[in-house]
C-alpha cells in the first residue's frame, strides 16, 4: 500500500481541507455506536462534498488496493461503519444539500449528508412528512438510514426506510456512478435495484444522492399511556391490537428496567413500580379519538393497571421524548454500574411476529436470569422490534461473556419464533454469524455471488454483512 501517493492524490482531487490525517480525527471515525465491536484505526478519512469527489477518492483508492468505509453520523448500532485499519474512511457528513423538494409528485432528492429531522423539518414547511424516523433522527443521516434501512418508532403504520427511497445514485467499487429508480409515483421497469442498495451497509457502493417519497402531513396524532403489572400482559395488548386491525401510528414499550434508567437520566414522573408501559398514539384525523378509545380498551381488557390520555400536543411530545431518551437513559445506567468507564452495553434487534411478543418477552427474563446479567427491553411492540440490552462490565472478561452469550441465547430465541436477527439495525459486525444461520446456505451464497458481482476486490467495507 502506498499511503503517501494515495494522499497526495486525494488532496489534488479534493483539496487539503477534505483530507484528514490527523491522528485524533482517525481515532473519532474509528467507530460507530455499537459498544463491543472490533474497529481499527483508519489510514485517512475524506469528507467529499459530491458525487464527484465521491468518485475520485473510490478510483484513488481502488488503485492502490486500500479498502473504503462508508461513513455517515456513526449513530448506527451494529458495527456497519466501523473502520478497519489502514481504510480510507469516507465520510458524507459534508454532502447536506436538499436538491429539491416537489409538493406536487411528492418527494425529495438529498445528498447522504442530510439530517433526518432537517429534512423532516424542510418537507413539514411545505405541509408534507417523511415518515421514517430512527430514536437518532435529530442526528442521523439519511444516507446512513437508507444503507441500513432503518426503522423507528412510526414503523407499525409508515414502514421502514425502504417504503420511501424511489431512487438512488451510487458510486459503484469501480468508480462508476449508477442511477437507480425512479422519479413517478410508479415504476417497474428491470431489476429493483434500488431496493438491493437499501440496507447493503456500504457494501455493494457508496450511496451520493437519494430520491425519498414524501406524504401529506398527518392529523395531529393523540397519545396514550398503558402501564401493566407484567411485560407478559403488555405483549397480550399487542397482539389483541393487531387482531383487532387497529393501526396506529406508534406502539411502544418500555419494561421497568427502561422506566427507572430514564427516571434518574431525565425526571419526568414515569411510573418506575409498572413491569412495562406501552406508550401509543393515533392520527387518522377524525377518527383519532376512536382509535385512541378501542386501544385503551383492549390494554385494559389485557391487563392494564392504568390507562392515561395525554391532554394536549406538549404532553404527548414529552411522552414521545421519554422513548427517545432510553438508549442514552441505558449508558448513564451502565456508567453508574460499573464506574471508571467500565459499564458497556451489547444491544440487540430482534423482530418477531406479533403474535410470539409475549412469548419472546417472556424468553428474554429467562434468559437474563439464566445468564446473570441485566437486561432491559425497549422496543416498537407494534411490529414486534425489540430491543433487549444487556449491561456488561467491560473490564470483566466473564461479564462481557455473560453478555454475549444472553445476545445469541435472545437469537436463537428469536429465530425459533419464526422472527428475523435484526429489524431495523442491521448486519454489520455484530449479527453476520446470526444473519448466515437465517437466511441458510444458499442465501449466503446468493449474497457472495452479488458482492463479488459489483466489489470484485473486496474494498467496500470489508468483513460487514458476510
Known amino acids: 500500500m502506498a499511503a503517501t501517493p494515495l494522499l497526495d492524490e486525494l488532496r489534488a482531487a479534493l483539496g487539503e481541507s477534505a483530507v484528514l490525517t490527523d491522528p485524533d480525527l482517525l481515532r473519532m471515525h474509528q467507530r460507530d455506536e455499537a459498544d463491543l465491536c472490533a474497529a481499527g484505526t483508519p489510514l485517512v478519512v475524506v469528507r467529499p462534498r459530491d458525487t464527484g469527489e465521491v468518485v475520485a477518492a473510490v478510483r484513488a483508492a481502488a488503485r492502490h488496493g486500500v479498502p473504503v468505509v462508508p461513513q ?26 436538499i436538491r429539491e423538494i416537489d409538493p406536487v409528485a411528492r418527494i425529495a432528492v438529498v445528498q447522504p449528508g442530510v439530517v433526518n429531522a432537517t429534512l423532516a423539518g424542510a418537507v413539514a414547511e411545505q405541509g408534507l412528512y417523511y415518515p421514517p424516523d430512527p430514536g437518532s433522527w435529530e442526528s442521523s443521516t439519511i444516507g446512513g438510514n437508507v444503507a441500513t434501512n432503518a426503522g423507528g418508532m412510526c414503523c407499525v403504520k409508515y414502514g421502514v426506510t425502504s417504503e420511501y427511497v424511489l431512487g438512488l445514485e451510487v458510486v459503484l467499487a469501480s468508480g462508476e456512478v449508477l442511477r ?7 415504476g417497474v421497469a428491470g431489476y429493483d435495484l434500488t431496493r438491493l442498495f437499501v440496507g447493503s451497509e456500504g457494501t455493494l457502493g457508496v450511496i451520493t444522492e437519494v430520491t425519498v417519497a414524501l406524504r401529506p402531513a398527518p392529523e395531529e396524532s393523540l397519545t396514550l399511556v398503558a402501564v401493566f403489572g407484567s411485560t407478559t400482559a403488555a405483549g397480550t395488548a399487542v397482539a389483541r391490537i393487531a387482531a383487532q386491525g387497529l393501526t396506529p401510528s406508534l406502539l411502544e414499550l418500555l ?42 380498551g383492549l390494554c385494559t381488557a389485557a391487563g392494564a393497571e392504568e390507562v392515561y390520555t395525554a391532554t394536549d400536543a406538549v404532553e404527548a411530545a414529552a411522552l414521545l421524548q421519554a422513548r427517545r431518551l432510553a438508549y442514552p437513559a441505558m449508558e448513564q445506567l451502565a456508567a453508574r454500574t460499573y464506574p471508571d468507564g467500565a459499564g458497556g452495553l451489547i444491544l440487540d434487534d430482534v423482530a418477531v411476529p406479533r403474535g ?37 462490565d467491560r473490564a470483566d472478561p466473564a461479564s462481557v461473556a455473560r453478555g454475549r452469550r444472553a445476545f445469541d441465547e435472545i437469537m436463537r430465541l428469536g429465530l425459533a419464533l419464526g422472527g428475523t436477527c435484526t429489524g431495523e439495525h442491521g448486519v454489520g459486525l455484530l449479527k453476520r454469524e446470526w444473519l448466515a444461520r437465517e437466511i441458510g446456505p444458499v442465501g449466503v451464497r446468493v449474497h457472495q ?4 458481482a459489483l466489489d470484485p476486490a473486496n474494498l467496500l467495507n470489508p468483513g460487514k454483512v458476510l
Open 449 to 452: 455471488a452479488i458482492k463479488s
Open 72 to 97: 455517515g453520523a456513526r449513530t448506527g448500532l451494529a458495527g456497519a461503519a466501523n473502520a478497519v485499519d489502514g481504510a480510507l474512511v469516507l465520510s458524507t457528513v459534508a454532502m447536506t444539500g
Open 255 to 296: 419494561d421497568r428496567t427502561h422506566l427507572r434508567a430514564i427516571e434518574a437520566y431525565r425526571p419526568m414522573g414515569l411510573r418506575t413500580d409498572a413491569e412495562a408501559l406501552l406508550l401509543a398514539a393515533a392520527d387518522t384525523g377524525p377518527r383519532a379519538a376512536d382509535d385512541l378509545a378501542r386501544l385503551a
Open 356 to 392: 410470539a411478543l409475549a412469548r419472546m418477552l417472556d424468553g428474554v427474563a429467562r434468559i437474563a436470569v439464566e445468564c446473570d446479567v441485566p437486561i432491559g427491553v425497549v422496543g416498537h411492540a407494534g411490529d414486534g422490534n425489540l430491543h433487549p440490552i444487556m449491561v456488561v
Open 180 to 186: 437507480t429508480g425512479r422519479r413517478t409515483a410508479k
